[in-house]
């Protein structure tokens, strides 16, 4: 995708990591806000375990790039005090499973905070989670967790795929007056895109799905790390004679039901893919929303290639577990197509 | 040279070095609670204090007793009272400048009122028309808290904030003997001691959490010695002692205010009544142990320490008693009426903006809500009788 930018003439766009382009929206976001606070475990002098937050305490000082015992119910607890009066924290969870410890704060006040005082007390809060598997991490650091936020009604649950939007996302939820969980696909942390950091991407608001790639057979509806799952997948369906849409959720919550559903409309043939498991997990309900929007429309049952239901595996035996293009061409196989005839 | 010749000239090199970091003697607490009523230090306190602590004790004592009859007659959900616990509640509330916040669990609405929040606002949440009734900015009061010791987190954070942007704000943080064992009460005392935050820990040690007793809580010698393994000062106080709790949080609130960091304060007390309304405390205490601590009740202390001052006239009683009845009154009265719901407010505030499918959900109720309306009004005009005019 680099060589994109020989287009555009004047723009600086150059290769950049979605890690880059999360501490970039850091940096901005603290220079434009006094009240933006960064904290957690080694996000100091360390920049966090994947240097997400690299150089942000020495710009901006210990006092808004904070480094914290190691107790995620405090991490997060304290910076609903600190939201309390004011302040806008940005906690960072060293790995989705590692987040659990703060569950109870998460689900007990950050989601209900608002609600709970009638909303006089809204909680100005990002939470920041590496999450999903793909990097050979051994046990607890490959969790897909989402499922588990998205049941929490007052969260609001984004996750960029591509550079621009880890940018855009992150500023969008640290713009937001309402709590974030911002889980950041830790396997596409070095993936490259050509980006400006110069003139970064037009901040959005939370809650819209994007078309990465028109389509017309079916829809691929992901998220996060199963995008460039997706993409490559389309890419090689076309040696099937199969176009395929590809849909990039970006927030889970808002569920963005008009994108995911104009789209399957046109294509009449739905697979949602993701690396949360199956049972319980966020393609059930995407299934259902879409069968129940555009049941008329759709020519086969709405399909999910996800994660197995088992603990994540050890890393030898990973791939068996994450969806790859494979699992996802089959289910498009499957999708009825010569009922069509 | 060999490796045999090389023995002998092996000189391992020293550990380094070791000191503690910080001296725990000034942190241990006393051996024996503090006290003031009944000791020599009695003659000290200022009477101005000593007559304000009673006229609210007295009427905290007429709030515990009118909430729980409310919740009797079905007009509170259900009421924790902290009958018995009125010095360490008044006295919480006392020691706080305006500025300042506290942070309350579930039993402590005394606190709360004393505060200056309306009574049925901080009864919101037992009487079960919301959560928090109150706005928790207007007297800086916090939400009270269910989840124990979840509260406690949020009074670091807020205190480490108003220190970091400058302002002379202390958070004071309520929380039980029971809450004592859960995680967040030790994540909260580690940060607010390493960041040095204002903070003042207040546990009330009552005897139970519901029905445990404090020996299958801890082991600790007390639970004021617990601080020490923080690196913060621990305080042991008689909580039924207006005046030493009082005097006790003042010195914390002082020291943490000072830039001192955190002070955990245990305070002895006892909860006279069950936990809760649903509660049947025969279970698993005795008769003798609650006469006990009556012997040793926060009002009466008091008040045997105005009467030997010559504190509390005839006029100071009857004010005392005109006051707390006038509250009960109040409470009687606009608990008795049926608070106004609008179902529609469940969907109000779950984010600044519903969210398409909350958008999606509130017109089901709506609809729902609507047809039940129209369902009344059909019985009502079907039970009018045929043709009757009015």
Redesign the interface.
Known sequence: MTTATAAGAATAARPATLAQALTRALRDAMAADPAV?VLGEDVGALGGVFRVTDGLAAEFGE?RCTD??L?E??I????????????R?VVEMQFDAFAY?AF??LV??VA???????????LPLTIRIPYGGGIGGVEHHSDSSEAYYMAT??L?VVTPATVADAYGLLRAAIA???PVVFLEPKRLYWSKDAWDPEEPTPVEPV?RAVVRRPGRSATLVTYGPSLPVCLEAAEAARAEGWDLEVVDLRSL??????TVCASVRRTGRAVVVHESGSFGGPGGEIAARVTERCFHHLEAPVLRVAGLDIPYPPPMLERHHLPGVDRVLDAVGRLQWEAES | MTVLEQRGTYRPAPPPAWQPRTDPAPLLPDAEPYRVLGTGAADRADPGLLRTLHARLVTGRRYNAQATALTRQGRLAVYPSSTGQEACEVAAALVLADRDWLFPSYRDTLAVITRGVDPVQALTLLRGD???GY???EHRV??LST?LA?Q???????????R??GDDVV?LAMVGDGGTSE??F???L??AA?QRAPVVFLVQNNGFAISVPLAKQTAAPSLAHKAVGYGMPGRLVDGNDAVAVHEVLSDAVRHARAGGGPVLVEAVTYRLEAHTNADDATRYRGDAEVETWRGHDPVDLLERELTRRGLLDEDARRAVREESEALAADLRARLHEDPVLDPM?LF?????EP???LREQRELLRAELAAEAEANADAEAQAAPEGATR
């Open positions: 606070h006092d914290t015992p107790a119910a405090g997060l607890g304290t910076a609903v005090g600190m939201a309390m009066y004011g302040l924290p410890p109870e704060q007990s006040h209900r905070m608002r609600n709970r005082t009638r909303g006089a007390m809204p009604p007052g609001h937001s007056d309402d809650g919550v808002p569920f963005d039901d008009e | 919301w959560h928090t706005d928790p900015y916090a939400p989840p979840t406690l987190p949020h009074a670091v954070g807020l205190a480490h904030a108003a970091l942007r958070a995680g967040d030790h994540e909260a580690n940060f390493v407010d109000a505030h779950v984010y600044a969210t398409p499918h």
